[in-house]
């Protein structure tokens, strides 16, 4: 794209003599059409936070094309994202399995564990990050009521779901909300 002396000083940000003085030192290219001074976009100095912002810009657009596409690096359909690929998800399903085959369906704990799975697949399903983060908050929460409802049944057997779901579940829910908040904030 061509821009005028006085659209290559504001990008530069520079007056137009010192424009005028680059190109004349042959430091900056340019044209004279019909007396007025063309300066090539492309020609102008970034300073490396421009450079950078460019680069990013580009890899952006790239993998929002190829993910448009369908594509990966070798030009092959690439896998989509799975709420099966969260580690909550993972670490939840069993204990509703084992709940189930312990308690029941009707219990509040497998209950409480069904709304687990549920919110989880929910925040991994939703593109706002605001809304993934409430999802994911209502899992933590609901993974609090299945506690609750375990250790109140009183069962020696279902200490170790208690544990898993304090220990590992809880620890992989908040890593999700981290990672969501950084992301957030960049």
Same mark, same amino acid.
């Given at each position: ?42 020609? @102008?100095? *970034? =300073?490396?936070?421009?450079?950078? #912002?460019?680069?990013?810009?580009? +890899?952006? !657009?790239? $993998?929002?094309?190829?993910?448009? @596409?369908? *594509? =990966?690096?070798?030009?092959?359909? #690439?896998?989509?994202?799975?709420? +099966?690929? !969260?580690? $909550? ?98």
């Amino acid at each position: 794209m061509k821009l005028s002396l006085e659209q290559a000083a504001a990008r530069l940000g520079k007056s137009e003599r010192q424009v005028r003085y680059l190109i004349m030192n042959g430091r900056l290219p340019a044209e004279k059409v019909a007396g007025r001074w063309l300066i090539d976009s492309a020609a @102008l100095p *970034l =300073s490396p936070g421009q450079q950078s #912002a460019v680069e990013r810009k580009e +890899r952006q !657009l790239r $993998a929002a094309v190829e993910d448009g @596409l369908g *594509l =990966s690096e070798a030009n092959e359909r #690439a896998p989509r994202y799975s709420v +099966r690929d !969260l580690k $909550a998800f993972q670490l939840a399903q069993p204990v509703h399995g084992k709940a189930l085959a312990l308690l029941g369906a009707d219990h509040p704990a497998t209950a409480a564990l069904r709304s687990v799975l549920g919110a989880l697949t929910r925040g991994c399903h939703r593109f706002d990050y605001g809304e993934k983060a409430e999802a994911y908050r209502l899992a933590r929460d609901a993974t609090s009521e299945a506690i609750v409802e375990l250790l109140l049944c009183g069962r020696s057997e279902t200490d170790e779901l208690v544990a898993l779901l304090e220990q590992e579940l809880m620890a992989a829910l908040a890593g999700l909300l981290r990672r969501l908040d950084h992301k957030r904030r960049r």
